[in-house]
């Protein structure tokens, strides 16, 4: 199966709000509410962030959420902070599993 | 609170087989959930390798399926990967997760990962 679609990359200043989106087809993220969001700090593993495309695991900041509409999942990020500065990743049951390409976040 | 642990070479030869082995603790590798293994080529996104349940049931990323063996030793509270026919192409750090919640489910938490280079 092909790779999720991500932005490059997104910036925004502290305290704004950013979305990155993550598009697949019917047969991912479209089929099934199975998709979750990574942060991942350089030289870092990642971290779950979102999963079942709108829960929050305990721990992870409230300024963090997701949604889907069709074939396109979102993240979202509010209030930006510094520390938000890293890369995101989403990933999607398909049948097996698919990862976007990731999203490199810049807080200018 | 699970923690994971990769281990094994860091160096493997063109043509070998790569071996790695993630030791579970703060919990058993006999709950109720699979373990899976992901890798990122340096400076590249994250694929999915293929995750294993305790029974010894596997899933494997369609485009790795044949060079890929995931395995599981209960009695270590470990899992292992090998990949075989390794080229340059599977240089990357190899993380392994458990995945949490549901079949399908998240990976949480991560191993701290281990770079595989594959180089004569």
């Known amino acids: 199966q092909s790779a999720l679609t991500q932005p490059a990359s997104v910036s925004g200043s502290p305290g704004q709000s950013i979305t990155i989106s993550c598009t697949g087809t019917?047969?991912?993220?479209?089929?099934?509410?199975?998709v979750s969001w990574y942060q991942q700090h350089p030289g870092k593993a990642p971290k779950l962030m979102i999963y079942?495309?709108?829960k929050r695991p305990s721990g992870v900041s409230n300024r963090f959420s997701g949604s889907k509409s069709g074939n396109t999942a979102s993240l979202t990020i509010s209030g930006l902070q510094a520390e938000d500065e890293a890369d995101y990743y989403c990933?999607?049951?398909?049948?097996?599993?698919?990862f976007g390409g990731g999203t490199k976040l810049t807080v200018l | 609170q699970v923690q994971l642990q990769e281990s094994g070479p860091g160096l493997v030869k063109p043509s070998g087989t790569l071996s790695l082995t993630c030791a579970v603790s703060?919990?058993?590798?006999?709950?109720?959930?699979?373990w899976s293994w992901v890798r990122q080529p340096p400076g590249k996104g994250l694929e999915w390798i293929g995750e294993i349940y305790h029974s010894g049931s596997t899933n494997y990323n369609p485009s790795l399926k044949s060079r890929v063996t995931i395995s599981v030793d209960k009695s270590k509270n470990q899992f292992s990967l090998k990949l075989s026919s390794v080229t340059a192409a599977d240089t990357a750090v190899y993380y392994c997760a458990r995945v949490w919640s549901a079949a399908w489910g998240p990976f949480d938490p991560w191993g701290q990962g281990t770079l595989v280079t594959v180089s004569s």
């Open positions: 079942d495309v709108s």
């Open positions: 703060g919990g058993s590798i006999s709950s109720s959930n699979w």
């Open positions: 019917s047969s991912d993220v479209g089929g099934y509410n199975y």
């Open positions: 990933c999607s049951y398909a049948g097996s599993r698919v």
